[in-house]
């Protein structure tokens, strides 16, 4: 394979492999790393590829090892995904960049499955490969793809006994939905943690990446906002969009700073008119993965990375 036809390849399969990358690990700087080394494997094993299976299935073992790899060591810590990253376009890879299998609810579900069992379900429920793909892939057999298959829909089913619908995003926004985020914003810019209060679920779920804490229920969630939330003029809130939910980037002015810096992603997962969960991801260097400015006195960029 030369340098031309690699070049093609690797432009291909970027993005669905990059979302690959991403349910497998859930963390963007990591699928992004993952890829890089995917295609680093590759090239140095370019001459071992002996077209048996196709250049996706064997960028795709790479990938699989390589997230297998990393999951053996560690876990990386949670990050959002930005919309602008999901392939729109009508194509074969669609299904693989889909927004429905890359929400935070589904992407903190998978998580608790084993590595293995983690990608199994990918494979088969998210990709639609057939039970015998997956084993050539994994290198295993057709009974033990099935049994790891059985086990992790078990575990989904635990965690959400609703199926999909509990864990999908809404789809595009619609007026409703732009309404909560217009009013989330307007509250947190104007310091009313009452008016934030107002737009949360009884059973909303608040959570501050990395590690940071996790609150739940409306009481729990208001004093955590409330102790926060200080003078007017704090914040300002720019609106995004991340794993297919509606998303807010902070920024924050601290006592003697002449402008708002990057502070944090807020994914809102919005049910019924109000606000059923709140990711905070305190990663102030995703704002670029997003299009966005590191402080708001630089202008914004519209677009962003491919």
Same mark, same amino acid.
């Given at each position: &394979?030369?340098?031309?036809?690699?070049?093609? !390849?690797?432009?291909?399969?970027?993005? *669905?492999?990059?979302?690959? =990358?991403?349910?497998?690990?859930?963390?963007?700087?990591?699928? /992004?790393?993952?890829?890089?080394?995917? +295609?680093? $494997?590759?090239?140095?094993?370019?001459?071992?590829?002996?077209? $048996?299976?196709?250049?996706?299935?064997?960028?795709?073992?790479?990938?699989?090892?390589? =997230?297998?790899?990393?999951?053996?060591?560690?876990?990386?810590?949670?990050?959002?995904?930005?919309?602008? @990253? !999901?392939? /729109?376009?009508?194509?074969?890879?669609?299904?693989?960049?889909?927004?429905?299998?890359?929400?935070?609810?589904? #992407?903190?579900?998978?998580?608790? !499955?084993?590595? $293995?069992?983690?990608?199994? @379900?990918?494979?088969?429920?998210?990709?639609?490969?057939?039970?015998? *793909?997956?084993?050539?892939?994994?290198?295993?057999?057709?009974?033990?793809?099935?049994?790891?298959?059985?086990?992790?829909?078990?575990?989904?089913?635990?965690?959400?006994?609703?199926?999909?619908? *509990?864990?999908?995003?809404?789809?595009?926004?619609?007026?409703?939905?732009? /309404? #909560?985020?217009?009013?989330?914003?307007?509250?947190?810019?104007?310091?009313?943690?009452?008016?934030?209060?107002?737009?949360? =679920?009884?059973?909303?779920?608040?959570?501050?990446?990395?590690?940071?804490?996790?609150?739940?229920?409306?009481?729990?969630?208001?004093?955590?906002?409330?102790?926060? &939330?200080?003078?007017?003029?704090?914040? $300002? &809130?720019?609106?995004?969009?991340?794993?297919?939910?509606?998303?807010?980037?902070?920024?924050?002015?601290?006592?003697?700073?002449?402008?708002?810096?990057? +502070?944090?992603?807020?994914? @809102?997962?919005?049910?019924?008119?109000?606000?059923?969960? &709140?990711?905070? +991801? /305190?990663?102030?260097?995703?704002?670029?993965?997003?299009?966005?400015?590191?402080?708001?006195?630089?202008?914004?960029?519209?677009?962003?990375?491919?």
């Amino acid at each position: &394979m030369d340098a031309t036809r690699f070049a093609e !390849l690797t432009r291909r399969h970027r993005r *669905e492999l990059r979302a690959y =990358c991403y349910r497998m690990l859930g963390s963007l700087d990591a699928a /992004e790393d993952h890829v890089q080394e995917v +295609f680093l $494997r590759a090239w140095r094993s370019r001459d071992a590829f002996e077209g $048996r299976s196709s250049a996706r299935t064997w960028l795709y073992r790479i990938a699989t090892n390589a =997230c297998l790899d990393t999951l053996r060591r560690t876990t990386p810590p949670p990050q959002p995904y930005p919309d602008q @990253l !999901l392939d /729109e376009r009508p194509g074969p890879e669609t299904v693989a960049v889909g927004r429905e299998t890359i929400s935070l609810a589904f #992407l903190a579900a998978i998580q608790l !499955l084993p590595a $293995r069992q983690r990608a199994v @379900l990918i494979l088969r429920d998210v990709l639609s490969w057939s039970t015998n *793909e997956a084993a050539e892939l994994l290198d295993t057999s057709v009974p033990a793809v099935n049994s790891a298959l059985q086990r992790a829909r078990a575990t989904l089913r635990g965690r959400w006994p609703g199926g999909r619908l *509990e864990w999908s995003p809404a789809g595009v926004p619609d007026p409703a939905q732009r /309404e #909560l985020l217009a009013r989330y914003i307007d509250a947190h810019e104007r310091a009313d943690p009452q008016a934030l209060v107002d737009l949360l =679920c009884e059973d909303i779920r608040l959570t501050i990446e990395p590690g940071i804490g996790e609150w739940t229920g409306k009481a729990a969630v208001g004093r955590a906002l409330r102790r926060d &939330m200080n003078t007017p003029g704090q914040w $300002r &809130m720019l609106p995004t969009a991340a794993n297919g939910q509606p998303t807010v980037a902070a920024y924050v002015r601290g006592a003697g700073d002449t402008e708002f810096r990057a +502070f944090a992603l807020i994914v @809102l997962r919005p049910v019924a008119g109000l606000i059923a969960a &709140m990711d905070v +991801f /305190e990663t102030p260097g995703l704002f670029a993965a997003f299009g966005l400015p590191a402080h708001l006195g630089d202008p914004i960029q519209p677009g962003g990375p491919n």
